[in-house]
């Protein structure tokens, strides 16, 4: 009985959780301002939980970052500035999109940089082992003489 008992207390109190969560977002003058807040927090990325946004994160962290998004944007901040504000307070690893430059480019080019070497490679062994079977081994004299002792000597045995 009591088992069941819980579980309606839990039930009841699991729209307070999601009612909770909704709380967050109130507060914009229109509907437009509230999506943007959601863009926002849904493309930054929680430095504690690494694999959630920091809308999706329940960290304390996170949410001082909503926070942070919601300040600003009250005060009137574009989205760069917003972005770039977080980006400069916990680095270029709360962006889920970094910037493109010279390190992400590398990082971006490493893997086809690494298929392409291995592709030379590849073609390399296969040109060299075609050029091998290629070529006809000619004997000189005194190694064809050599050879046809040998094979003498073995028809005799």
Known sequence: MRPLIALIVLAALLPLQVSADEANVEGFDSLQEEQRYRDLTAELRCPKCQNQNIADSNAPIAKDMRDRVYQMMQDGASNEEIVGDLV???GEFVRYKPEVDRRTLLL??????????????????????????????????????????????KERE
Not at 118 to 144: D, F, M, W, Y
């Open 108 to 153: 971006w080019a490493t893997p086809a940089i690494a298929v392409g070497i291995g592709l030379l490679a590849v073609a390399s062994i296969i040109v060299r082992s075609r050029c091998r079977n290629g070529q006809k081994t000619v004997l000189t004299p005194e190694e064809q003489a050599r050879v046809d002792r040998l094979l003498a000597d």
């Open 88 to 90: 400069g307070r916990f």
